[in-house]
C-alpha cells in the first residue's frame, strides 16, 4: 500500500476516491478486501461466489463514488452494497439449488444432507459445523445479522447502522434469529 | 439479548437473574443462547492463499478498466449505426431506381418493427415496476 495513505482512514480514503483519486481507492481496495470476502463468505456459503461478490462490491463503490456521504461510515455504505449483491446472488441462486437439489435426490436417499461439508471453515469439527449449517438454513435477514453480531462482532448500534433498522428491531430481529436457530438445532438433533 | 451478548449493565444482569429464577423457560432459552454463541465465537474461516491477493487489486482494476471499454464502444456502436442507419433511410427513400412499393413495404414494415420494440421495452418496463424482489437493490 501506497505509504501516503497508511494513516488514513477508510471514511477519509473514500472521501479522496470520490474525487477521483484511483490510488486512494486502491489503498482502500487493499485494506478491505480480506475482510469483504470473509462477510461475503458467510453470507453466501461459497468461497467462489464471495470472491466475485466482494470485487463487484467494490467496483460498485468506485462507480458509485460521487454518491458516498462523506457525513456518513464507509462501512455501513459499503455494507449495504454487499449485502444486497448477496441477497440477490442466493435469489437466483435458489433456480438452480432447486436444480441440483433435484438431480441430487434421483441419486441419493430422501431426506439425506445434500450440503456440501464447508471446507472453509478452520479447524472444523462436527459441532462447528452444524452450527454453521444451521446458520445458513437462516433467512437472509436473520443470518445476516447473525453474522454482523457473532462474526463480526459489531455492536447493537453499529448493526442498526449499517441494515439501516432502529436499534429496537435490531434486538427483536436478533432474537428470533437465534430462536430460529435454536429450533433448526434442536430438530436436527431429534 | 444484552445479557446474552455480554452488553448488559450490573442492573440489567441482577433484572435478568431475578427473571430467571422465576421462569424457568427463560433460563432454558437464555442457556441455549449462550451455547450457540459460544460456539460461533470458535468457528473461523480459512482466508485465501496469498497469491489471490496479490492479484485482487489488478483484478477490481482490470473489472472497471473493461467497464470504461465497453461505454466508450458502446456510444460509439450507437453513433455509428444511427449514422449508417440515417443515410441508408435517406438514400433508400430517395432513390429514383426503387420502386414505390417497396419503399412503402419497408416503409410499413419498419414502422411495424418500431411498434414491437416500443411494446417490448413497455412490457419489460412495466414487469420491473411490479416486480416484486424490486426492494432488492444492486
Known amino acids: 500500500m501506497n505509504e501516503r495513505y497508511i494513516e488514513f482512514s477508510n471514511d477519509k480514503l473514500m472521501e479522496l476516491a470520490k474525487n477521483n483519486d484511483l490510488q486512494a481507492f486502491k489503498a482502500l481496495v487493499e485494506r478491505n478486501g480480506k475482510k469483504a470476502y470473509l462477510l461475503a463468505l458467510k453470507l453466501v456459503g461459497d468461497p467462489a461466489d464471495a470472491q466475485d461478490i466482494s470485487q463487484e462490491a467494490f467496483i460498485r463503490v468506485y462507480n458509485s463514488r460521487k454518491r458516498y456521504d462523506e457525513k456518513k461510515p464507509f462501512f455501513s455504505w459499503f455494507y449495504t452494497i454487499l449485502s444486497n449483491l448477496a441477497k440477490n446472488h442466493l435469489k437466483k441462486g435458489k433456480v438452480r439449488l432447486r436444480y441440483r437439489r433435484r438431480t441430487r435426490d434421483e441419486r441419493e436417499a430422501v431426506g439425506a444432507d445434500f450440503a456440501v461439508s464447508p471446507e472453509y471453515i478452520l479447524e472444523s469439527n462436527r459441532i462447528k459445523e452444524r452450527v454453521w449449517k444451521a446458520i445458513e438454513k437462516l433467512p437472509f435477514e436473520q443470518k445476516e445479522i447473525i453474522v454482523l453480531r457473532h462474526f463480526e462482532d459489531l455492536s447493537y448500534e453499529k448493526i442498526a447502522e449499517s441494515i439501516g433498522i432502529p436499534l429496537g428491531s435490531v434486538m427483536s430481529r436478533l432474537y428470533y434469529a437465534r430462536k430460529k436457530l435454536k429450533e433448526i438445532l434442536g430438530s436436527e438433533s431429534e | ?138
Open chain 2, 1 to 138: 439479548m444484552k445479557v446474552v451478548d455480554e452488553l448488559a449493565t450490573g442492573d440489567e444482569k441482577r433484572e435478568f437473574a431475578e427473571l430467571m429464577k422465576a421462569d424457568s423457560a427463560l433460563e432454558e432459552e437464555y442457556r441455549s443462547f449462550k451455547e450457540i454463541k459460544e460456539v460461533t465465537d470458535t468457528i473461523m474461516f480459512k482466508d485465501l492463499p496469498d497469491s489471490y491477493w496479490e492479484g485482487y487489486w489488478q483484478g477490481i482494476y482490470n473489472r472497471l478498466e473493461r467497464g470504461i471499454g465497453w461505454i466508450f464502444f458502446s456510444i460509439g456502436a450507437i453513433i455509428l449505426l444511427a449514422f449508417g442507419a440515417y443515410h441508408f433511410l435517406i438514400d433508400f427513400f430517395m432513390s429514383e431506381t426503387i420502386a414505390l412499393l417497396v419503399k412503402i413495404g419497408v416503409a410499413v414494415g419498419g414502422l411495424g418493427l418500431i411498434i414491437l420494440l416500443v411494446s417490448i421495452i413497455r412490457e419489460v418496463l412495466y414487469a420491473r415496476k411490479h416486480e416484486r424482489y424490486k426492494e432488492v437493490k444492486y
